[in-house]
């Protein structure tokens, strides 16, 4: 099969990328609402699987936002525009189906905490992070690059804490951080509303 991305629209080559270029990673971000707005309903939630790390020094990740595909500014875009603080999370596969919940368009007002039935919980950063994710990132937003034919945004996020669950984390004899990776179980997303875990893991020698 031969596909032409020329002839197809935008949504359509959306759907042949979501399931070409898998697994991904999914960027579980919590912004800021802004102070006009009280309790959970503070918070937005949500879930960008065009995400990356982009550089280490200094560590560095990146997620592009389709405000062109929404036909609309997302809340998150809005939100880092205001405020460049946010949390970004890695969620378990287990956690599908409340990832997938946050990316419901609700009603202004209404919290994607609440609606998925998750918990908050204060740390070392400005923001809450997810007590039920087993990564959390807090970030600071430093550059927004337009990109495409349509409202499509670069977001680069430079990492300025990082909180990992200890049952998935220890250190080496060099001091260096290891991560279990089957403990951790992180969560992928494959296209048309599928998600996947990693399975076993593969060390070439």
């Not at 042949?16 to 912004?31: C, G, H, N, T």
């Not at 707005?37 to 982009?54: D, H, I, K, Q």
């Not at 977001?155 to 060099?174: C, G, K, P, T, Y």
Request: aromatic share 10%; net charge negative.
């Amino acid at each position: 099969m031969l596909i032409s991305f020329a002839e197809w629209s935008e949504t359509e080559a959306y759907l042949a990328f979501s399931q070409l270029i898998v697994p991904r990673p999914v960027a579980w971000v919590l912004s800021d609402n802004g102070p006009a707005t009280s309790g959970a309903a503070r918070w937005n939630l949500a879930p960008f699987s065009y995400f990356n790390g982009v550089t280490s020094a200094p560590p560095m990740l990146m997620f592009s936002v389709g405000d062109g595909m929404a036909g609309r500014l997302k809340d998150t875009h809005r939100n880092l525009r205001r405020d460049s603080q946010c949390v970004v999370h890695i969620a378990r596969s287990t956690q599908a189906q409340a990832v997938q919940d946050t990316a419901a368009e609700l009603p202004w007002g209404v919290s994607e905490i609440d609606h998925a039935g998750l918990e908050l919980t204060a740390w070392d950063w400005p923001l809450p992070r997810l007590a039920q994710a087993p990564v959390a990132m807090g970030c600071v937003a430093t550059q927004f690059t337009p990109i495409g034919d349509t409202a499509q945004t670069l977001i680069f996020l430079r990492i300025e804490r990082v909180w990992v669950q200890d049952e998935i984390a220890s250190f080496d004899a060099n001091g260096r951080l290891v991560i279990d990776i089957a403990a951790y179980d992180p969560l992928a997303r494959v296209g048309r509303g599928g998600y996947a875990s990693l399975g076993p893991v593969v060390r070439p020698r």
